[in-house]
């Protein structure tokens, strides 16, 4: 948004109502509004996914970019269920993303170096730690993050099966080496 690319940039989060406290970080590093789907129900990637459809046909968006992975699972399954569900093409691991008219190219490293694809828009990106420096946002955009709008949509009421598939039967820590 800060080079004029975009016009206007919405962040959400599937979680509990402490999920805000992560989109009002978003919100005070420049995205201009907040998206919060609530739920105290395990989200697995493929009902992230159904979800995160929904969001992004209401508000009709070109480009979606999400996380390599989960902090909770570390799955790396969410952003190609989306497009998939979405009929979009994707660019996964990018460390480096370029918009130009009516498209977006994603550079990524490979094994054998980096690999740069141009996706048509709208398309799917998922990011490799590698695409930016992170930030800190200054006091005065933290405070004037309190009055952007961040919006809560409790999962349950989007008609979306989000009930978990899968069940996580034991963690483990893996075993000392020797």
């Not at 159904?50 to 999400?66: F, G, T, Y």
Request: glycine share 6%; net charge negative; charged share 30%.
């Amino acid at each position: 948004k800060e080079a004029g690319k975009a016009d206007e940039i919405i962040v959400a989060s599937i979680g509990q109502e402490t999920s805000q406290e992560t989109l009002r970080a978003a919100l005070a590093l420049g995205a201009d509004r907040a998206v919060l789907i609530k739920t105290d129900t395990e989200i697995q990637p493929l009902a992230a996914a159904k979800l995160l459809q929904k969001i992004a046909n209401d508000e009709q968006v070109d480009l979606i970019i999400l996380g390599k992975q989960a902090i909770d699972d570390d799955s790396n399954q969410t952003g190609q269920m989306l497009a998939a569900l979405m009929d979009r093409p994707q660019g996964t691991f990018a460390s480096k993303v370029e918009l130009a008219d009516g498209s977006v190219q994603v550079t990524r490293e490979v094994d054998g170096g980096l690999e740069t694809v141009e996706l048509q828009l709208p398309a799917i990106v998922t990011t490799d730690l590698r695409l930016n420096e992170p930030r800190y946002a200054k006091l005065p955009n933290i405070m004037k993050a309190k009055k952007k709008p961040l919006e809560i949509i409790e999962a349950d009421s989007m008609g979306i099966d989000i009930a978990p598939r899968l069940e996580t039967l034991k963690v483990t820590e893996p075993p000392k080496r020797s």
